[in-house]
């Protein structure tokens, strides 16, 4: 992860952040945009790249990003995830290398093993001819040296559904019909070449023209700031910045769970088996790569972002909603015309800072006395999160969960071998949590700090909430007049 990168990340984030202070002030336009790339590339002389002009075409494409357009080799695409192709250019095109570790041996059974002539002999080594290797590996497990590697590019090592490709010239593709939007590409190329949509400058846009804006944070949130930064705390930061309000998303998760728990009793009785529907890179998985198991297994209840922004939806029907978290994929999820209501905006706790350092505005410590989740609620963002508050609503509906077999997927992989079970019916559970993330949301890809760090802070502030259960909480919320249905009908 490239998270404290600084050259990479810092460079994105003051851009994010330049490109929202012009939002502000309402001088979004040609000239002042130019100004900007003239500005944070100043020359003569490159910091980065080969030249100052490459350096600059490279953030006029990040500033599209920030102002959620398409790059230039994305024209007409529909994918948050995208390319910034004046950056993807610096990794090497041949999959399989030849090391120091070469002895030129006479024997050369490399040579002997490839069958396309993509191997000669150099002076202090063997070479291979990127332009003539099939990449078949045949020579790698031929030299008894071991000096022929295998590099696989950081971001196609990265994507767990092998939706990334390279072109002849070696930059590289997305398959948005495989791509899941998890965002591990990004943040896994060191030549941050590849980016997502912001969406900060509608955000400011809705903000500065009078809209009641409610931000919905994340479960997530939670720690990522440090143990003295609360709900409490961002949510005055928010406010402060110009949203009318804010709610934490944790909330919603008692409302998942509640609602997917008499699914799961439901489906128990009948024998069949399901999978979440919280995580949406897991939504995206299914819907991609196993669609008949996302027709026939998943779950029909909403994510708790959705359950959040249709339940302020229904309190103030003309507001803007705008959920804050660790996640790329939710700005798909935002997105799909499918689900009514699930959020107008999404931005991740990045974005977030870079926001707040636009408007000048600080995250402070203060006395929490902010909670609407309860404990199992704010615990959604963990691995195991979401099975345990749906049993505990099986529980203190008066449920027996003893013999319930739960399987629980943190991580690309994991997802993938439980759905490939499930497609040829052998599954050993009856219920699937999957989260594309290793250790759940809190080891999403958008975390600020790192993972074993949010999880201290988050302990240390899961002390000052109360015990409140699931089912008791939601006697306060008005379930009955929005819909906990994925395609938005009143059960």
Same mark, same amino acid.
């Given at each position: 992860?490239?998270?404290n990168d600084?050259?990479i ?17 309402d001088?979004l ?10 500005e944070?590339i100043?020359g003569?002389?490159?910091e ?8 600059r ?6 500033i599209r ?10 024209k ?7 390319? $910034? ?7 090497? $095109? ?5 090391? @120091?570790?070469c002895?030129?041996?006479?024997g ?7 069958k396309?002539?993509a /191997?000669?002999?150099?002076? /202090? ?7 003539k290797?099939?990449e078949c590996g045949?020579?790698a ?6 000096a022929?590697?295998h590099?696989?590019?950081?971001c196609?090592?990265?994507c767990?559904?092998?939706? !990334?490709s390279?072109d002849?010239h070696?930059?590289?593709? !997305? ?10 590409c990004?943040?896994n190329?060191?030549?941050? %070449? !590849? ?9 400011i846009a ?6 009641e804006?409610?931000?919905m ?7 990522q700031f ?5 709900m409490?705390?961002i949510? +005055?930061?928010?406010?402060? !910045?110009?949203?009318?309000?804010m ?14 728990a008499a699914e799961w009793?439901?489906a128990?009785k009948e024998?069949?088996?399901?999978t979440?529907s919280?995580?949406?890179?897991? /939504?995206?998985?299914?819907?991609k ?7 026939e297994n998943m779950s ?15 309190l103030?029907?003309?507001?803007i909603?705008v959920?804050v978290?660790?996640c790329i994929?939710?700005?798909?999820e935002?997105? @799909?015309?499918?689900?009514?209501? +699930? %959020?107008?905006?999404? /931005?991740?706790?990045?974005e ?5 350092k636009?408007?000048?505005v600080?995250?402070k410590?203060?006395e929490?006395?902010?909670q609407?989740?309860?404990?199992f609620?704010?615990?959604?963002a ?5 099975a345990?508050?749906?049993i505990?609503?099986?529980q ?7 013999? $319930? ?5 943190a ?6 071998k %439980?759905?490939?079970?499930?497609k040829?019916?052998?599954l050993?559970?009856d ?7 290793v ?15 949010i $999880?201290?802070?988050?302990?240390k502030?899961?002390?000052? %909430?109360d ?5 008791? +909480?939601?006697e306060?919320y008005?379930m *009955? ?5 994925? @395609?938005g009908?009143? *059960?």
């Amino acid at each position: 992860m490239l998270q404290n990168d600084k050259g990479i990340v810092g460079l994105k984030h003051r851009i994010m952040e330049d490109v929202a202070r012009l939002a502000w002030e309402d001088k979004l336009d040609v000239d002042n945009l130019d100004k900007l790339v003239e500005e944070i590339i100043p020359g003569p002389r490159p910091e980065y790249r080969c030249c100052v002009y490459k350096e600059r075409e490279i953030v006029r494409q990040r500033i599209r990003l920030a102002m959620a357009k398409n790059t230039k080799a994305n024209k007409g695409s529909t994918n948050e995830v995208q390319v $910034i192709k004046p950056a993807c250019d610096e990794c090497s $095109i041949a999959a399989y290398t030849v090391t @120091d570790n070469c002895r030129l041996c006479l024997g050369k059974p490399c040579m002997s093993a490839c069958k396309f002539g993509a /191997i000669s002999q150099g002076e /202090i080594r063997t070479h291979i001819d990127a332009t003539k290797c099939k990449e078949c590996g045949l020579c790698a497990k031929a030299c008894p040296f071991g000096a022929i590697v295998h590099l696989v590019r950081p971001c196609k090592r990265a994507c767990p559904v092998d939706a !990334i490709s390279f072109d002849e010239h070696g930059f590289c593709h !997305i398959d948005e019909e495989k791509c899941i939007n998890c965002g591990h590409c990004i943040h896994n190329c060191p030549f941050g %070449a !590849i980016g997502s949509k912001t969406y900060l400058t509608q955000i400011i846009a809705a903000i500065k023209e009078g809209k009641e804006v409610y931000a919905m944070c994340a479960p997530a949130a939670e720690g990522q700031f440090g143990e003295d930064i609360s709900m409490k705390s961002i949510k +005055n930061a928010l406010i402060e !910045i110009g949203f009318k309000d804010m709610v934490e998303v944790g909330l919603g998760g008692d409302m998942t769970a509640a609602y997917e728990a008499a699914e799961w009793t439901e489906a128990y009785k009948e024998g069949k088996k399901m999978t979440t529907s919280c995580c949406p890179a897991f /939504i995206n998985m299914l819907k991609k790569h196993f669609p008949e198991q996302y027709k026939e297994n998943m779950s029909s209840t909403v994510s708790p972002m959705c359950a959040v922004s249709r339940y302020l939806k229904y309190l103030h029907p003309d507001c803007i909603t705008v959920f804050v978290g660790p996640c790329i994929a939710k700005k798909t999820e935002a997105k @799909d015309e499918n689900v009514p209501d +699930n %959020a107008d905006y999404v /931005i991740t706790f990045g974005e977030l800072l870079s926001l707040f350092k636009s408007a000048e505005v600080e995250l402070k410590p203060v006395e929490n006395d902010y909670q609407e989740a309860s404990i199992f609620g704010k615990k959604f963002a963990g691995s195991g999160g979401v099975a345990a508050a749906v049993i505990e609503c099986m529980q203190e509906r008066g449920e027996d969960t003893s013999e $319930i077999k739960l399987q629980q997927c943190a991580g690309g992989i994991e997802c993938k071998k %439980a759905l490939t079970l499930l497609k040829v019916g052998k599954l050993p559970a009856d219920f699937i949590e999957g989260m594309i993330c290793v250790g759940g949301c809190v080891g999403g890809p958008s975390n600020t700090v790192a993972t074993n760090d949010i $999880i201290k802070s988050r302990e240390k502030l899961f002390k000052d %909430a109360d015990e409140r259960k699931i089912l008791a +909480n939601l006697e306060n919320y008005p379930m *009955d007049k929005f819909s906990m249905h994925r @395609d938005g009908h009143m *059960d």
